[in-house]
C-alpha cells in the first residue's frame, strides 16, 4: 500500500517537545508505514522557509506555501503587502506544488474576518497568476469560503481537512475542487464528515493527517504522525465499501494528478 500524505506540518516545534527524535524520526518512520510522499504546508514567510528547507532535505517531502488566516494577526496591518509579495517569492522555489494554507477560520470571535478575506483573496489571485493549486483551509467559515472560491473558476485545489456538509462538497466538486479527509473520519461522531466521504466521487478526494494536529482514533488528543495516515484509509475503506488498497491507489494517483507531479 502506497500512501500520500497530502497535509503536514513538519516544522511545528511541537515535534522537538512532544515526540522522541523530532520531526526527523517522525518523517522516517512514516515511510515504514507506506507514506511515500508529503506535502507540508507553511503558514506564513517564516514557516514557508522552514516548509522548504524540509522538501531540500527530503526529497519526497513537497511544500506548500502560504499565509494561513490564524497567522495574520502576528504581523501588523501596514505589512500586508509585503507578507503578500514575500510569498509571491517564495513560491519560485520548484518544490513547490501549490499554494498554501489559505482561507479562513472565524472560530475565534475576535478575529478580523475583512482582513482574513482580503488575504483569501489577494492568494486566490497570486494561484491563479502562478496556474498553481490552492490549498484551503475553512473552519467554521464556509458560506464566505464557498463564496470566494466561486469567484476564481481559474483556480481549483483542496478543501484539507474538510469540515462542510455533503451539500458544499458537491458544489466544491462541481468546481473542480477535491475534498481532504484526515483523522475526522475516524471519530465516532464525527456524522458528517462520514456522510461526506461516503459520497464524494472516486477521483476528487485526497488524504491527510495534518500532523502535529487531529490524531486520527486511538491516538486522539496526541501528536500527529504521517505513520498514523492508515487508519484514515481503514475508515475511508469501511465508510465507502472497499478496499483499504482500493483506497490508498485512488487517493495516491488523486494527489499526483492534483499537484501535478508527473
Ligand atoms: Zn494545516
Sequence with gaps: MRLFDTHAHYDDPKYDTEYPGGADRAITESRKAGVERIICAGTRPETNSSTLKLAEEYD??????GI??????????????????KTEEQLAHPKVVAVGEIGLDYHYEETDRERQKFFFDSQMKIAATHS???VIHDREAHGDS????RRYPEVSGVFHCFSGSAEMSKQLVRLGYCISFGGTVTF???KEVKEVAATVPDDMFLIETDAPYLAPSPHRGKINLSAYLPLV???LAEIRGTSPEAIAELTYENAMRVFKLR
Design 60 to 65: 519526497y517531502i513537497y511544500a506548500a506555501v
Design 68 to 85: 494561513h488566516p490564524s497567522d495574520i494577526r502576528f504581523f501588523d496591518r501596514k505589512h500586508d503587502q509585503t507578507l503578500l509579495k
Design 132 to 134: 498553481l493549486p490552492v
Design 146 to 149: 464557498f463564496e470566494t472560491v
Design 188 to 190: 465516532k461522531n464525527a
Design 233 to 235: 484509509v481503514y475508515a
